[in-house]
């Protein structure tokens, strides 16, 4: 810790010098004498001048919170000494907007008796973030002295934004052989109706369609599509276009995301992850409750990388990215990198839908004219860009975070009726 001297001291020695200064100049001992105390005060202080050794032990209540809860901070303080300490937590500047909120609390420690002090701050912000740093600061004996430091303890907790309920799930082309909740193209033992043809040897009682055959006066059985699950993999745009919002533009992602992935897992569906961006890192896909917890530290881990090198989505191992696999891409279309990774991934036969995520352009009407030319001819090349992926069966819709995001993934849905992938179920 970094020792500094108190104002306490500094007044101290400034009137012991000032009396001994006048007692000498104008011969008056008395005025020795009334700065006497103040001479004897910084003796004594500087006699038994010791570092208190403050030590502090950081813990937080709940690591995992939505934006808008508390968390709470358990700090226990201990010295050596008797010490008057102060603490206050340096929280990252990306979990609180405004410090002003959280102020020091200062308390008396005794020697070798632990104190505990408590502090509770609001997640305002989503991500990753570290709490683990406390400024500590401490009054030696008598006041003369103080001790500063900034002590760190790794303590991280996950903040995740609000979550968002879906209604609509995107249907996959392509579904795996297993049981789920996606309809097959396949007729065979299903739910949803698909058609109807004459009864056969073998047929199941159950499947006759009576009023068909009471009709036609021939039996008729109903056939239906097959309920199937699939592997969707979540691809995160983690490049960082300059000129942009990126923190909203990232926000968009994250937020949704997150809420696909819970409706997917919902229904037996796994789900993984691609990040790709600077590095490129991948979760593999599963099921259950803890391959969400496990997708969203990953989406809330996630980095934005600034990176000018050419990169190409690599082959990746078929654990990260199985065949038949439903990719979901998650951008703003700023990157050709990604651009090409999404065609790349279509044409290795994965079935691929993309959700744009740009946030809501506050352009002024009063934009000056070059401006305005400039964003037409901006906004024709990202419509000649969204035909060319229709074309190739990639169909993309546009989120802002104002809608509703159940409209876009109907929107979505529609335009991929209107460009249908091939494959087989």
Partial sequence: MRRSATDRLIVSVLLSLAGAVIAVLVGMPEVALFVAPWLVLCALGIMHERDPNVQVQIAVVQDRLMVGDVVEVQVTVTAESNAVVAVAPQPSKSFVTSTEAIRPVVDLVSARRPTDITFEMPAQEWGTHDLGAMDVE??????????????????????????????????????RRVSGTHRSRESAQGIEYADIRQFAAGDSVRDINWRASARTGDLW???????????????VDSFVESGHDVRQIFGLIVDASIAIAESHLAVTDRVGLVE??????????????????????????????????????????????????????FTPLLDDRFVEAIFTARGRGHDVAV????????QS??????????????????????????????????????????????????????????GRS
């Fill in 355 to 362: 959700i744009e995520c740009v946030p809501t352009d506050d």
């Fill in 365 to 422: 009407v009063d934009a000056p004219y070059a401006q305005s030319v400039a964003r037409s001819f901006w906004d024709a090349e990202r419509s000649m860009l969204r035909d060319r992926m229709a074309e190739q069966g990639v169909a993309v819709a546009g989120w802002d975070g104002d809608e509703n995001l159940d409209v876009v993934l109907g929107q979505l849905m529609r335009r991929r009726h209107g460009g249908r992938v091939r």
């Fill in 138 to 175: 401490s009054s030696h004996a008598y006041g003369l002295f103080r001790s500063r430091a900034v002590m760190r303890q790794r303590r991280a907790i996950r903040v995740h934004p609000t979550p968002r309920q879906l209604k609509e799930l995107i249907a996959p082309w392509l579904v």
């Fill in 221 to 235: 059985v109903s056939q239906r599509h097959l309920d199937r699950a699939t592997d969707v993999i979540l691809l």
């Fill in 276 to 329: 790709f961006g600077g590095v490129v890192r991948w979760v593999s896909p599963a099921t259950g409750r803890v391959q969400l917890q496990r997708l969203t530290d990953a989406i809330l881990a996630t980095g934005l990388y600034a990176n000018a090198a050419d990169k190409e989505l690599p082959i990746l191992p078929a654990r990260a990215l199985p065949p038949r696999s439903f990719i979901i891409a």
